[in-house]
């Protein structure tokens, strides 16, 4: 299994185009110790070449562009991409969507409440309303042609939507994990960007997986306080910290295999590859995503 990190920060990049915040500025500076970062999205393919996209952000054309195992063949439109998987409703989730209107070469695969939310409460997203295809929870699907890779989503903690809330009510199926195993070697690789708290369920999956990527938004639970005084908690934001007694570093320390924290905010200390925070997480032997980063398993 292959797999490309398409972009590792949290909705609206960084630097964030409206942040004033010391890692927007030291971005935008282009410090090397706070590189740039795409909105959250990974690539994972069998090794045929063709490819599945996890979450579909509004950078997304960047990112392809920067990407050439997406990259059309010359002289035509046959782009290898067979399918974006949506893993919940929010828009630097699904804006990139708009994005590859041009075309439907591929299948977007989701529950049918993240669809139902989509296409029902927004004209614009009826556009691709022909490729939707909705998976039940805790279901194995085949995520590539050949059958080699074995996926399933699986209900995780968190919440509807701001711009949802008042529509929709909160399901089983509003907030994803993913779980890919590649069924010639066994190994697992688990997706999980958004996490609200840490059940058993959520982390018995990522316990079993060799690969696992997870919410690393907040590095403190009071963090969004700092740009915006009034705000609410990590928690009420829908994400767990990663510091702290309810914190996910605790919880993820001594894992098997490889831990990735992504769906990085641009107030999160992490960012900064001097900072004390990212020795902390880094001596608890977890990893920071970074964009463009090729893995395999």
């Not at 009510?169 to 890919?180: C, D, I, K």
């Amino acid at each position: 299994m292959k797999i490309r990190v398409l972009g590792s920060s949290a909705g609206g990049g960084l630097p964030q185009w409206n942040c004033g915040g010391e890692h927007s500025v030291r971005a935008r500076a282009d410090d090397p110790d706070v590189p740039r970062r795409s909105q959250p999205s990974i690539a994972i393919s069998s090794g045929d070449g063709r490819w599945t996209i996890v979450n579909a952000s509004p950078d997304v054309r960047s990112q392809l562009a920067d990407f050439p195992g997406l990259h059309p063949r010359p002289g035509t439109r046959d782009i290898p991409l067979d399918n974006i998987l949506i893993t919940n409703a929010d828009l630097h989730h699904t804006i990139g969507l708009l994005v590859l209107r041009e075309a439907l070469p591929y299948r977007v695969l989701t529950t049918a409440w993240i669809r139902n939310a989509l296409v029902e409460n927004n004209i614009a997203f009826r556009l691709l309303e022909p490729a939707f295809h909705s998976v039940k929870l805790d279901q194995p699907f085949p995520l590539d042609r050949e059958g080699v890779l074995e996926a399933k989503l699986f209900p995780v903690p968190g919440r509807v939507p701001t711009y949802l809330r008042e529509i929709v009510n909160n399901s089983a199926e509003t907030t994803l994990g993913l779980r890919v195993i590649d069924k010639r070697t066994g190994k697992r690789l688990v997706y999980a960007p958004g996490l609200q708290t840490l059940d058993s369920g959520t982390m018995a999956e990522l316990a079993q997986a060799d690969l696992r990527f997870v919410d690393g938004t907040f590095f403190s639970a009071d963090e969004p306080l700092a740009m915006r005084p009034g705000a609410v908690d990590a928690f009420a934001m829908g994400h767990v910290p990663i510091s702290g007694p309810d914190g996910s570093l605790t919880r993820y320390r001594g894992l098997p295999g490889r831990t990735f924290y992504i769906h990085i905010n641009n107030t999160n200390p992490i960012l900064d590859a001097q900072s004390p925070e990212r020795a902390q997480v880094e001596a608890a032997g977890i990893q920071i995503a970074e964009d463009g980063m090729n893995l395999e398993l």
